[in-house]
């Protein structure tokens, strides 16, 4: 059945007061909000049929009202129609400096978006997988420590430090550089490639043994072209900045972040949509998702989405500024990304 106007008002304001409060709201609450001025057995009366359309429920017989998944799912598209055209809050990021490295700029952004919506807030990096190398730099640290950093056409950076036994020789340092740069510049790395550059029969054994060195720098490189780095941002903080009703949920939900391939599959599925994805409860694609909800949307390229922005949190989030900061931030990446992506 399709809900009046009025049905509508009294389900938006029991799931705004609850998702404000965590209490349920009482017939008298709700008459003194809505627009139309009704008496509180009119609104007990709406509360009975809304609740016998799967809307509403209550904790015991006495008690007010709070949503379902329903309710949350009905309250959610009417939130996503009103705002769809609106100015969305977006975070407070300061991406300049970062120059290329969208490593941090992605980092920074989930950190932001937790702390702008006191949720889980998980970002998807674009995949490296057939990126190619724009550069390599060797950088002697310390007599013993030399760091490796790639930078790829995705304005992806890789970082890996290497620790030696022995103060190493800044003109071999200096000769690798030239030498990976040349071999390497505007390749898609592969396990291949890096074996027949690092494994050349034309070098001196001096040249050989610290090329192998460099190994785990381009193990790391070549793992991350097989996947998506996962940011994840709000974590510390998640279980002290909730209610005590929250907690459990909570608990769960980091505990989800062992469960890293469940979170990568559930935001990767997004990425066709190319919109703002709110998932509630049950719409959740994974068993261990179910009791959560989530609010996701993509980044990237005008005709390509390269990566996704979500928070997650209890059924009882705010919705009206998790998709607002959703949405904000992605536009945001969107518009760091450019130039900097092939």
Same mark, same amino acid.
């Given at each position: &059945?399709?809900?009046?106007?009025?049905?509508?008002?009294?389900?938006?304001?029991?799931?705004?007061?609850?998702? $404000?409060?965590?209490?349920?709201?009482?017939?008298?609450?709700?008459?003194?909000?809505?627009?139309?001025?009704?008496?509180?057995?009119?609104?007990?009366?709406?509360?009975?049929?809304?609740?016998?359309?799967?809307?509403? %429920?209550?904790?015991?017989?006495?008690?007010?009202?709070?949503?379902?998944?329903?309710?949350? $799912?009905?309250?959610?598209?009417?939130?996503?129609?009103?705002?769809?055209?609106?100015?969305?809050?977006?975070?407070?990021?300061?991406?300049?400096?970062?120059?290329?490295?969208?490593?941090?700029?992605?980092?920074?952004?989930?950190?932001?978006?937790?702390?702008?919506?006191?949720?889980?807030?998980?970002?998807?990096?674009?995949?490296?997988?057939?990126?190619?190398?724009?550069?390599?730099?060797?950088?002697?640290?310390?007599?013993?420590?030399?760091?490796?950093?790639?930078?790829?056409?995705?304005?992806?950076?890789?970082?890996?430090?290497?620790?030696?036994?022995?103060?190493?020789?800044?003109?071999?340092?200096?000769?690798?550089?030239?030498?990976?740069?040349?071999?390497?510049?505007?390749?898609?790395?592969?396990?291949?490639?890096?074996?027949?550059?690092?494994?050349?029969?034309?070098?001196?054994?001096?040249?050989?043994?610290?090329?192998?060195?460099?190994?785990?720098?381009?193990?790391?490189?070549?793992?991350?072209?097989?996947?998506?780095?996962?940011?994840?941002?709000?974590?510390?903080?998640?279980?002290?900045?909730?209610?005590?009703?929250?907690?459990?949920?909570? $608990?769960?939900?980091?505990?989800?972040?062992?469960?890293?391939?469940?979170?990568? $599959?559930?935001?990767?599925?997004?990425?066709?949509?190319?919109?703002?994805?709110?998932?509630?409860?049950?719409?959740?694609?994974?068993?261990?998702?179910?009791?959560?909800?989530?609010?996701?949307? %993509?980044?990237?390229?005008?005709?390509?989405?390269?990566?996704?922005?979500?928070?997650?949190?209890?059924?009882? &989030?705010?919705?009206?500024?998790?998709?607002?900061?959703?949405?904000?931030?992605?536009?945001?990446?969107?518009?760091?990304?450019?130039?900097?992506?092939?």
């Amino acid at each position: &059945m399709t809900l009046t106007e009025r049905q509508n008002e009294i389900l938006s304001l029991v799931a705004e007061r609850y998702i $404000r409060t965590g209490q349920p709201i009482s017939s008298r609450e709700v008459a003194g909000g809505v627009s139309v001025r009704v008496s509180p057995s009119t609104v007990r009366n709406e509360f009975a049929l809304l609740e016998e359309q799967g809307y509403l %429920t209550h904790p015991h017989t006495s008690a007010g009202r709070l949503p379902t998944q329903r309710g949350y $799912r009905q309250f959610v598209d009417g939130l996503m129609t009103v705002t769809g055209g609106r100015d969305v809050a977006v975070p407070l990021l300061s991406l300049e400096g970062l120059e290329k490295e969208v490593d941090g700029a992605l980092r920074q952004t989930s950190e932001a978006m937790a702390e702008a919506t006191n949720l889980l807030a998980l970002v998807i990096a674009p995949r490296t997988s057939g990126a190619r190398v724009r550069h390599v730099e060797l950088l002697l640290l310390q007599p013993r420590l030399v760091m490796v950093v790639f930078i790829v056409s995705t304005g992806r950076v890789a970082k890996w430090v290497v620790d030696y036994p022995d103060p190493v020789d800044p003109g071999t340092v200096e000769w690798a550089r030239t030498y990976l740069n040349e071999s390497l510049s505007e390749h898609i790395v592969t396990e291949r490639l890096v074996r027949r550059i690092l494994e050349s029969p034309e070098l001196k054994e001096r040249e050989s043994t610290f090329l192998r060195s460099l190994r785990a720098a381009f193990d790391r490189l070549l793992d991350e072209q097989a996947g998506e780095a996962l940011y994840v941002g709000g974590a510390s903080r998640l279980l002290a900045d909730h209610p005590a009703q929250d907690l459990d949920d909570l $608990r769960d939900l980091l505990l989800l972040l062992e469960e890293r391939y469940l979170l990568l $599959r559930a935001l990767r599925s997004v990425l066709t949509t190319g919109r703002v994805v709110v998932r509630i409860g049950d719409e959740q694609p994974y068993e261990a998702l179910r009791r959560f909800g989530m609010v996701a949307a %993509t980044y990237g390229l005008p005709q390509r989405s390269v990566g996704t922005v979500s928070l997650i949190g209890p059924l009882r &989030m705010d919705y009206e500024n998790a998709i607002s900061t959703v949405r904000g931030t992605a536009q945001l990446l969107s518009e760091f990304l450019e130039g900097r992506y092939e």
